[in-house]
Every structure is written in C-alpha cells, then in structure tokens.
Nanobody, 127 residues
C-alpha cells in the first residue's frame, strides 16, 4: 500500500493557475502509474488525467486538454497537476491516486484501476 498526500489547492480567480502536488511513500513510486480525479459538489468523482509509470505518456479528459498538465518526478516520489486557464467548472476536490498494478502496459483511467488514494485537496475557482 502506498500513502499519498496532496497539496497545492486553494482559491483562484478564473483564468488563473494552480499546481497540485502528490507526495507518495510506502512503495516503489516509479513502478506505478499515477492519476488525478476530481469531485465537484453534487457530482460523482471523475477522471482528470493519468501518467504512465515508465515513459511519461499521459492521458486527459477532454475538458482539461490543453489547460492541465500531469507530470511526475520519480526522484522525489511526487506527481503534479499543473492547472492553467482555470474555469469555474474546475471547482472540485482533487484527488491523486496510484495504480494498483505494478508496471502496467497501458495507462489506467478507471477508478477501479487505482488502489491508493489521497485525502483530497480543494480547488475553488471564483469569477
């Protein structure tokens, strides 16, 4: 099991930027894909982005493409989500998650693919 701690959330005006961090501990970070999900008030948790364990390949949900960037620093056991051009509809609690499968061939996107979750960090975008 891996422990995940998110940070970097906060209040930002529309059009602004935030960078979320996810610090991991407890197992070999570099062997697992990482993902970000979010849950807005009254809505189900949804996939945002994921990054493969090996070559840094990424995948995004359509609504954040071109605005958000997921990355990882294996030396620091940390994943990041850079969020630019934030919109009101990006307001949510953001969760990072670690793949439950080591050395996965593809990039996981389903919640069931991830076995460890952080506690979440609030991102609020104001007008």
């Amino acid at each position: 099991q891996v422990q995940l701690v998110e940070s970097g959330g906060g209040l930002v005006q529309a059009g602004g930027s935030l960078r979320l961090s996810c610090a991991a501990s407890g197992r070999t970070f570099s062997n697992y894909a990482m993902g970000w999900f979010r849950q807005a008030p009254g809505k189900e948790r949804e996939f945002v982005a994921a990054i493969r364990w090996s070559d840094g390949r990424t995948i995004y949900t359509d609504s954040v493409k071109g605005r958000f960037t997921i990355s990882r620093d294996n030396a620091k056991n940390t994943a990041y989500l850079q969020m630019n051009s934030l919109k009101l509809e990006d307001t949510a609690v953001y969760y990072c998650a670690a793949d439950r499968t080591q050395l996965r061939a593809g990039i996981p996107t389903g919640q069931a693919d991830f076995g460890s979750w952080g506690q979440g960090t609030q991102v609020t975008v104001s007008s």
